[in-house]
């Protein structure tokens, strides 16, 4: 089977959509491969001889013979499958109807309709898990670990993710309510307007002598090059101190998350995979860091995948301080498989580990100083002004490791 792309996230198509297209892009972790001829390479799989395969099959030519109304064939078929992976017990593999695949295929170009919120199922309940800046969801003040319960009026709970996804997503410039709990507070209704989703992936700042950087959306193929193109134009600028932002940064490519973590650790191990039946895998570092500015990390729970691995590398290398609150905890890795009809599978097939040999699935980047952020409604950004601070104490000859929340 050949491979195409490895990935990262969280679904890098990210085991999580996103509310107008489903985007598992943040959260996936893996490669991509095309499945045509999987089955004629598998033959056992199709060998039904007493194997529970024949069961299947026997169950499925009795209802489509034997039921009392004419089954969907499309429904029985999706159904099974659905059934198969949900047995799993792992919200990031999943299975893509064709139009569905196609919208994923959308969000990893940065470039799609909908409401801009990465979402999952967490307990049966729809949960964001990160909304982009400047979309629809963003404007909205949804947050990282808002509830969903109800769309149209419709409840949430025990919902397919893929069924939420698409009673959310639509065309620009329609509109979708969905209510929404966030924390202990009353559930509220918001009305979204449906858009056209252009995704800046960075942004930068100069405050002060402290540069700001941004990665916003997820670790594409550019997220390397442009992280040192703006440590070096905020170097140029006056920049002493570098705060990396990944907060509500749903992950990407692998090798991007390898890279990005170069920009800032010479040499070493930034990330080690373990398949089922494979020899580890480590990526090391490409020796294009700036190992000398002072920076810190800022995440928060909306930090997944390649956002984790970063933050998981700087921090067991000592590199600069974790700041904000507990991230994600997406560990694992999927692979994106391109099925012969057009459908797609995301398939959790390995755990990634940092350079110390820390998993993070499930348990998330513990931050170095811990800070909360204010609730909504508040403007203040307590986080960054913690960074800010912290990198001025740096930059005055404190050792960070002596600070404490």
Not at 179 to 202: K, Q, S
Not at 223 to 231: L, N, Q
Not at 262 to 272: M, P, W
């Amino acid at each position: 089977m050949p491979k195409k792309a490895m990935k990262i996230t969280g679904v890098t198509l990210l085991a999580v959509f996103i509310a107008a297209c489903v985007f598992a892009g943040g959260l996936f972790l893996g490669e991509r491969v095309a499945l045509n001829g999987f089955v004629a390479n598998h033959a056992s799989l199709s060998n039904s001889n007493g194997s529970t395969f024949s069961v299947l099959e026997e169950i499925y030519n009795i209802t489509m013979t034997q039921y009392v109304e004419t089954p969907n064939k499309t429904k029985l078929v999706n159904g099974a499958i659905n059934g198969m992976l949900d047995a799993l017990g792992d919200p990031h593999t999943m299975h893509f109807s064709k139009t569905d695949f196609q919208h994923v295929n959308e969000v990893t170009e940065g470039r799609f309709e909908g409401v801009g919120m990465t979402l999952e199922l967490t307990d049966g309940q729809l949960t964001v898990v990160s909304p982009i800046d400047g979309t629809p969801a963003g404007q909205a003040g949804l947050k990282a670990g808002d509830k969903i319960t109800a769309i149209d009026g419709k409840p949430t709970k025990d919902m397919p993710l893929d069924t939420a996804v698409n009673k959310i997503k639509g065309k620009s410039g329609t509109k979708v309510t969905i209510t929404v709990v966030t924390g202990d507070t009353p559930a509220r209704d918001v009305t979204l307007t449906r858009a056209e989703i252009r995704v800046p992936n960075i942004q930068s700042k100069l405050e002060g002598n402290i540069g700001y950087i941004r990665l916003i959306h997820s670790f594409d193929s550019s997220a390397g090059p442009d992280v040192r193109k703006e440590i070096l134009k905020l170097k140029a600028e006056g920049a002493k101190g570098i705060v990396f932002d990944l907060r509500n940064n749903p992950g990407g490519l692998l090798i991007s998350g390898v890279d990005v973590a170069s920009a800032f650790i010479g040499k070493g191990v930034i990330v080690s995979i373990r398949e089922k039946n494979k020899a580890e895998q480590r990526y090391t570092a490409t020796g294009t860091a700036d190992t000398e500015i002072p920076m810190c990390v800022l995440v928060n729970k909306g930090s997944a995948s390649a956002s984790e691995i970063v933050a998981g590398a700087i921090q067991d290398y000592g590199r600069g301080p974790i700041i904000g609150e507990q991230s994600y905890g997406k560990g694992s890795v999927q692979t994106v498989m391109d099925l012969s009809d057009g459908s797609g599978l995301i398939i959790t097939t390995a755990k990634y580990y940092t350079p110390k040999g820390r998993t993070i699935n499930k348990v998330g980047v513990t931050p170095d100083i811990k800070v909360a952020q204010p609730p909504a409604g508040d403007a203040t950004d307590a986080q960054l002004n913690k960074a800010l601070e912290v990198l001025q104490l740096m930059l005055g000859g404190t050792d960070w490791k002596t600070l404490k929340n």
